[in-house]
């Protein structure tokens, strides 16, 4: 569910362009309370609906408009989404690459006779007619069927463009061979480029139906196999999940299908198996390798508590796991809906494309119409008046505008997941353009986020062990890393009436004892005095770039806890690579300034770009002073305390290792906790934008160029259709090129 209704995916079957896409979406998005996005490439529509609408009535809406739709299966715990992985597998196109052979066949000795006079036997023309005809109408019948339907519902798309040139080619060969002279034994006729302006009924354009259903059945062929190359990213996340697991049962093993477990289920994993879904070690010491899954090339030691994730490969030791979350819950199943709705996603400048694809095609059929008229006008013949016409009709076909964005998005993001770069959708990437600072968290971002406890200075008369002992009680309370370092292996009294004070400390009751650990602010706030020796050993401690956390009770400080974060040995490479992108960095922390200034000059940011001592609210706060500056800010973060400060970013960056709060407020999700991958992500989101871009641009700079010149009578309907095809093929070819991104390590 959502704020506005709930959400569903649907399945469409019988687009054959970005016409169709737009088509159907107009459709949906009549329907009261419905917002719908349907994606050409992957062939599905996302939808929000409020009631009284219903799935079924979206469905039956689809099928109203000439096409099919279906509520697609959920995914198991072990993927599902389904195995094949080549075309063999895909009976649709196995269908339309037997169509192709066959039609390929028969065409290439039609092409050659109508082009290559020293062929042209004796009634060579009615050989062709035989050939040429199977192919017109059982190898077109793809294009025919498609424009018929839409003709039954009052629309037009690239179908009708195909099948009316196709028809017209076929038909007026068929009244030349019969009733011109084109029948005539004997006859002959040579190969042009351009129009023939010879006698009408004279001239056959056998070649040109068949070679244009060839070139396009080619082209569409090409075009849908490229299209599941594009998907196959994800297919293949998907398929890394376990398929069988041993699940302990009354205290034996037994071996069930990985989809069948349930929250709680205790399984083993033994040595070179998977882990079958996310959970944690109850039993075992192994390492794990998460490399398929994160990109991280070296495995994790895990034993008794850790928390371990599914799909990721056992290398060593058994281990006994105790599952926490299964099916759509797990991590696997997360990421893979992301790129899934990544890739179900319309960039702004793709939004402008649909619009003009949808009333694309009646613009080339009155243009089509207006050169026949010209032409015939001009005195230059039914030949080249016709010609001229069914060049038009078919080398405006807008495939290539259609798939300019969804198949770099689906290659883009499929690529990204491989990588761990989990890219939410193209308003992303249009940020990771116009990017100019990137503001990065400190604890967990820059610095390894696992505080170590160095020392405890007690107040005059009071025991180290005991100031230790009532703030690790307090500190219990908390996951913030400061506290875990204090917590330490300790065992701590029990406290009760915990209470967090948002970014200055926190405090409970110990053995009937109101115990305050913090900042010194918070205790002076709350009436403690704060004798010299604690203020000087916290200022002792912040000089070398530590952290000084005070704990006090009864009235005044009694000691010092000195705590320190170690900065992530990759953090100063990441900042270099983040300046090369052009992209300022600004390190902000809730931690004091001294400390924030010692890891700003162990990686490279300069000091005046350190933010210290902020609350949540004043990481937002400063986010929104960047912009109104005329900055467009990235925001790295980790931690619940950045969720704000992500979602207020225009591109909101969060590392995998940290919260769910904080991967939900960001645009990218980079899935291993290295600064470094934030740099090959914006690399990634930049390539790929520019992928789109290059694409849109040969698609329209196509069309535009491609028109006047077939209706100038300089094309004929068979390079017209060649060209067409063409140019659908190489905007997923270019698209696909992105399989070939790198990290820079």
Known sequence: ????????????????????????????????????????????????????????????????????????????AAGGAGQETDGDADPELTALRQRLVVSALLSVPVIAMGMVPALQFQSWQWLSLTLAAPVAVWGAWPFHRAALRNARHGATTMDTLVSVGVTAAFAWSVVALFFGTAGEPGMTHGFTLVADRSAGLGNIYLEAAAGVTTFLLAGR????????????????????????????????????????LVVGDRFVVRPGEKVATDGHVVAGHSAVDASLLTGESVPVEVGPGDEVTGATLNTSGRLEVEATRVGGDTALAQMARLVEEAQTGKAAVQRLADRISGVFVPIVIALAVGTLGFWLGTGAGASVAFTAAVAVLIIACPCALGLATPTALMVGTG??????????????????????????????????????????????????????????????????????????????????????????????????????????????????AVPAEVADAVEHAEASGRTAVVAGWEGEARGVLVVADEVKPTSADAVARLRELGLRPVLLTGDHERAARAVAAEVGIDPADVVAGVLPRGKVEHVRRLQEQGEVVAMVGDGVNDAAALAQADLGIALGTGTDVAMAAADLTLVRGDLRVAADAVRLSRRTLGTIRGNLVWAFGYNVAALPVAAAGLLSPMLAGAAMALSSVAVVANSLRLRTFRPTD
């Open 415 to 528: 690529r990204g997941a491989q990588l761990g770069i989990l890219i939410r959708g193209p308003e992303a990437l249009e940020q990771t353009r116009r990017a100019s600072v990137v503001v990065l968290d400190k604890t967990g971002t820059v610095t390894t986020g696992q505080m170590r406890l160095l020392d405890v200075v007690p107040a005059a008369g009071e025991d180290a062990e005991r100031v230790r002992a009532l703030a690790a009680a307090v500190e219990s309370g908390s996951e913030h890393p400061v506290a875990r370092a204090v917590v330490g292996d300790l065992e701590v009294p029990a406290a009760d009436g915990f209470r967090n004070h948002e970014g200055l400390g926190v405090e409970a009751e110990v053995d009937g004892v109101r115990v305050l650990v913090g900042r010194p602010s918070l205790l002076e706030e709350q009436g403690l």
């Open 1 to 76: 569910m959502t704020a506005a209704g709930t959400e569903v995916d649907l399945d469409i079957t019988g687009m054959t362009c970005a016409s169709c896409a737009n088509r159907i979406e107009r459709k949906l998005n009549k329907l009261d309370g419905v917002s719908a996005s349907v994606n050409y490439a992957t062939e599905r529509a996302s939808v929000t609906y409020a009631a009284p609408v219903t799935p079924e009535e979206l469905v039956a809406t689809v099928e109203a408009a000439g096409y099919g739709a279906q509520v697609p299966q959920p995914r198991g």
């Open 221 to 260: 062929f090409f075009e849908k196999r490229a299209k599941r190359e594009a998907g196959a990213a994800l297919r293949a996340l998907m398929d890394l999940g376990a398929v069988e697991v041993s699940v302990l049962r009354a205290g034996r093993e037994e071996r069930v299908p990985a989809d069948q």
